[in-house]
Nanobody, 123 residues
Framework: QVQLVESGGGSVQTGGSLRLSCAAS????????MGWFRQAPGKEREGVAS???????SYADSVKGRFTISRGDAENMFDLQAHDLKPEDTAIYYC?????????????????WGQGTQVTVSS
């Protein structure tokens, strides 16, 4: 069982930045992928960014050029750096763990999920 804990959410004004972190534990897989998803009130969960075992990354069009997914300083940490935040970025952000070498921005690629962290962007 893989446990995921997100941190770093908060409230910022339009144009601000946040760094979300995900701490993963309990995994023994040599290959895996990680993703960040978000869900706004009344909307479906959507994929934001993903990173494969080889470090390849993918982004939703809505965040390209503003968000960066990366492995953190510690081996079990995964970050999402968000810049130039907009009110439409307001959502609960979830990190997710997939057991495949390559994952897309589709939620079905992921097996384990964190509890989420709230990001609120005010205009």
């Amino acid at each position: 069982q893989v446990q995921l804990v997100e941190s770093g959410g908060g409230s910022v004004q339009t144009g601000g930045s946040l760094r979300l972190s995900c701490a993963a534990s309990g995994y023994t897989y040599s290959t895996y992928c990680m993703g960040w998803f978000r869900q706004a009130p009344g909307k479906e969960r959507e994929g934001v960014a993903s990173i494969d075992s080889d470090g390849s990354t993918s982004y939703a069009d809505s965040v390209k050029g503003r968000f960066t997914i990366s492995r953190g300083d510690a081996e079990n940490m995964f970050d999402l750096q968000a810049h130039d935040l907009k009110p439409e970025d307001t959502a609960i952000y979830y990190c997710a763990f997939g057991r495949a070498q390559v994952c897309t921005l589709t939620s079905g690629d992921y097996v384990f999920w964190g509890q989420g962290t709230q990001v609120t962007v005010s205009s």
